[in-house]
């Protein structure tokens, strides 16, 4: 799917891409599933995307793989946000919610970047921008552009 290339300010939210699945418990990389994700995303976004200024990623190791692809396509270093990790087993859901809240209002959210996060932290995102609903599959993302958000499914098919 091509979109028309973004103006700023444009983001791009991308989740994670399939990891491994031995230990759910542990923070287990990318699958060999998911690194082919991680090539299609990368060809997508040379295609489809214009040039981000900066990549932030969850500190799992799961985020960090899948956004070392658009690093590289992009030689941007990965900057590491705790506000972007999945919501942790002692965490409520308010102290959740409040902490991705937050994350809209930090200094880490620029325009002209890309983020990687995790299936619970981009629909409460997506929320938070007016789109509510917004389901992002493993490898998947969406595009906040002028407050309208699209989802976009770069790795399928």
């Known amino acids: 799917m091509n979109m028309p290339t ?4 444009w983001r791009i939210f991308l989740r994670h891409a399939h990891r491994e699945l031995f230990d759910r418990s542990a923070d287990n990389g990318l699958s060999e599933k998911g690194h082919k994700q991680g090539l299609k995303l990368q060809e997508w976004l040379e295609k489809n995307a214009p040039r981000p200024k900066s990549l932030f990623s969850s500190p799992k190791r799961r985020c960090l793989e899948t ?3 658009v690093a590289e396509l992009y030689q941007l270093e990965i900057q590491i946000l705790p506000e972007l990790d999945e919501q942790g087993p002692q965490e409520s859901d308010a102290s959740f919610l409040k902490r991705v809240s937050s994350f809209l ?6 325009p002209e970047a890309v983020y990687c996060s995790h299936g619970d932290v981009l629909p409460a ?4 921008l007016g789109s509510p609903g917004i389901e992002i599959s493993k490898g998947d993302l969406f595009v906040e552009r002028d407050g309208t958000v699209s989802a976009i499914n770069p790795v399928r098919g």
Not at 125 to 128: E, G, T, Y
Request: hydrophobic share 35%.
């Open 6 to 9: 973004p103006t700023p300010p």
């Open 67 to 69: 956004a070392q692809y």
């Open 105 to 110: 209002h930090s200094p880490h959210f620029l």
């Open 125 to 128: 995102l997506a929320k938070l």
